[in-house]
């Protein structure tokens, strides 16, 4: 058995065969075989010939996908572990590699070549919170775990067990620490980490509508965020548009990078963006003025309807298109953005990319105190900061400017004849109509990724979840035949911040997607039930190796390979806002629309435990022909709104469409959930 060089980083990685303790990524390699090679020395001329930049990153130091240098090294690293014969083979190139290259820049290039190389199909992926607990877990709370490893018998096999939450990074004398339980919680951020890792910028990965999935993804994650500030009392999210004005919240992250004991970077409140003036990432300087001037062609493309690309000509910006990439995909991949697919990189920049880059290095921008990246520039951290969702705020703000240049929907567009929907709820535990969410609470193995004297040490995290429910339907069909729909539901507030009802335009970007799922309806009226855990947007829970342990499931035996995980998708115990505990009057809107027109002909492709409508599947197109976010992606049609102030409602009297008040009440206890 082989074991890898503990380099720099101390990333855990244990590649005996002890089944056990099963490791990190080699349990199922080979189909769960002991690898038979000889010990790696280590040693340089051990490395494979040609490294390209991967070594260029800093060992221990923070690793930015925002950044393009850094991009280029988890590239190089990708290409030499793509070039990989089978699962033995890659095992010993890993080998040699770790601990010459930077550890999240390791663990980025392994999960990536995992999810798409077709021989390592069965091989687990690094789960991202037990390889680095340190980007997840306070730096204080892993320093009592190894303080109690230190005091206590170094026999004992019972693990250690930190406590973390409620109160995550601050208290709530600040507004926006209130949210601390949403921003910092484990599953929203593995979910980042792993949608970027499927839909990676400049790696040579062209999937189908990434730039769109790019723009609906993050839409609907503010979206999200919105209805949990609501929930508390809080206003909507503002914009971060003014980047010459000071940033109102600071963020203290209280974390380690990369398990090296480096503290990330941290923003007092009120810092302001500067020019990103430091040498010490490959990176050519950048000044706000940059980002302003991208932010302004960007906005003239918007409003003249096309951009230009590199040879002066004109690229068409339309979302009705009956072939090629929709505006909003061409959009998308220019502002993100990816350097091979936007039209014209060099014009257009590096908008979104750059602006997590200068908003991390805000406290730091020369190096002159040689401190470390922010969270902002680490995909796995991002959302815990509150300028995040300002960002992305910004980002989708000039998406919606585009969409809003669309022309409206026509009745046509929405309607679907012969089907009409005549009732439709939610029941939790035979109570209709009112869902509970309250606390829960769930381990992690910390010591998978930082060793503890070889002790086990667990971290119990406390997080938000809600009792199961099943959505309800009642349809009929006027047709002779069997009718296949898709039914697109969403969820929103019912009132605004100031507790009045919202306009359609108000609410429009509030819809969060629920589901999305297809059935078949048979002539006459029909029953539709659908459970809350089949949500599309959502994975199966993350499974640790602790969960296929418990329930006696060998991680290297095919019964395994069923808890496959891609990663991506949003975390089932996030699906619901947190709502009031005297509850909160939030709408569900029912939508079904014609499956011929909607699905997708395509072969059968690998199917993952995750959420399709946010993350698409594995090596095949995106399962939905609609604009990602219809029917609210645009404005709506004229012929419907004919009240003072046009709601939602009025556009549910569509036959096909519904709307449904329901109330979210927050028990603030833990939950029993099954
Ligand atoms: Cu996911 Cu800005 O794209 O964080």
Aim: glycine share 6%; charged share 25%.
């Amino acid at each position: 058995p082989i074991s890898l060089p503990r380099g720099g980083g101390k990333i855990h990685f244990d590649l005996e065969n002890d089944l056990s303790r099963p490791p990190v990524v080699a349990t199922r390699l080979g189909g769960g075989v002991p690898v038979e090679t000889t010990p790696v020395p280590d040693r340089e001329d051990a490395l494979p010939q040609n490294l390209g930049t991967a070594a260029s990153v800093p060992i221990g130091s923070p690793f930015s996908f925002f950044i393009k240098s850094h991009r280029q090294a988890a590239k190089d690293l990708c290409d030499v572990f793509m070039r990989t014969k089978g699962a033995e083979d890659l095992l010993q190139v890993a080998a040699r590699v770790h601990g010459q290259v930077n550890e999240t820049l390791f663990i980025y290039a392994l999960s990536f070549v995992i999810l798409r190389k077709k021989e390592l199909r069965n091989v687990r992926l690094p789960s991202i919170i037990e390889v680095f607990p340190g980007k997840l877990i306070p730096q204080e709370q892993l320093m009592k775990a190894q303080l109690e490893v230190n005091r206590t018998d170094p026999n004992q096999s019972e693990p250690v067990v930190v406590e973390h939450g409620l109160e995550f990074s601050g208290t709530h004398l600040k507004p926006e620490h209130r949210l601390a339980y949403w921003r910092e919680d484990y599953g929203i951020n593995a979910h980042h980490w792993h949608w970027h890792l499927v839909y990676p910028i400049d790696m040579g990965v062209n999937r189908d509508r990434k730039g769109e999935l790019f723009f609906y993804m993050h839409q609907q994650m503010v979206a999200r965020y919105d209805m949990e500030r609501l929930s508390l009392g809080l206003p909507r999210v503002q914009k971060l548009e003014n980047w010459r004005a000071p940033i109102e919240d600071g963020y203290f992250p209280k974390l380690t990078v990369n398990n090296s004991g480096r503290a990330w970077g941290s923003r007092q409140d009120d810092t302001v963006m500067q020019d990103f003036l430091r040498n010490d990432f490959g990176l050519d300087f950048t000044d706000v003025t940059d980002l302003e001037i991208w932010r302004s062609r960007l906005f003239d493309a918007i409003h003249q309807g096309f951009m230009i690309d590199r040879a002066g000509k004109r690229v068409v910006l339309s979302d009705d298109v009956t072939s090629g990439k929709r505006g909003i995909d061409i959009l998308g991949d220019a502002l993100e953005a990816d350097s091979n697919l936007s039209v014209n990189s060099p014009y257009y920049g590096d908008l979104h990319n750059m602006g997590h880059v200068l908003i991390a290095f805000s406290h730091d921008p020369d190096f002159a105190h040689k401190e470390e990246m922010a969270v902002m520039g680490d995909t796995s951290t991002a959302m815990r900061d509150p300028v995040f969702y300002r960002w992305h705020k910004f980002v989708d703000d000039t998406f919606q400017e585009y969409k809003l240049m669309q022309r409206p929907y026509t009745e046509q567009d929405l309607n679907l004849a012969g089907v009409k929907i005549e009732r439709a709820g939610v029941v939790r535990n035979n109570e209709a109509d009112v869902l509970h969410t309250g606390w829960n609470t769930r381990l992690f193995e910390a010591s998978r990724g930082l060793d503890f004297n070889g002790r086990p040490v667990m971290v119990r995290l406390t997080h938000l979840d809600h009792e199961p429910f099943n959505y309800h339907l009642q349809v009929s069909n006027s047709g002779r035949g069997v009718k296949e729909v898709t039914v697109r539901v969403f969820l929103a507030p019912k009132l605004n911040a100031r507790g009045q009802e919202m306009s359609f335009m108000e609410q429009r970007i509030l819809w969060a997607e629920m589901d999305k799922f297809t059935v078949s309806l048979k002539p006459g009226s029909n029953h539709v039930v659908r459970s809350s855990k089949d949500s599309s947007i959502t994975n199966a829970e993350e499974l640790t190796f602790r969960d296929l342990e418990n329930a006696n499931i060998d991680p290297a035996s095919p019964e395994a390979t069923g808890f496959n995980f891609c990663g991506c998708g949003w975390p089932q115990h996030m699906l619901l806002p947190r709502g009031r505990p005297e509850g909160m009057p939030f709408q569900l809107f029912f939508m079904l629309t014609d499956y011929a027109q909607d699905k997708v002909t395509q072969p059968a492709a690998r199917g993952c435990a995750n959420g399709v409508s946010f993350c698409g599947i594995q090596d095949a197109k995106y399962p939905d022909t609609r604009p990602m976010g219809f029917p609210f992606d645009r404005r709506p049609p004229p012929t419907l709104l004919d009240q003072p102030v046009n709601t939602a409602a009025d556009y549910a009297r569509l036959e096909n469409a519904f709307i449904h008040e329901i109330s979210i009440k927050f028990l603030a206890e833990r939950l029993n959930r099954d």
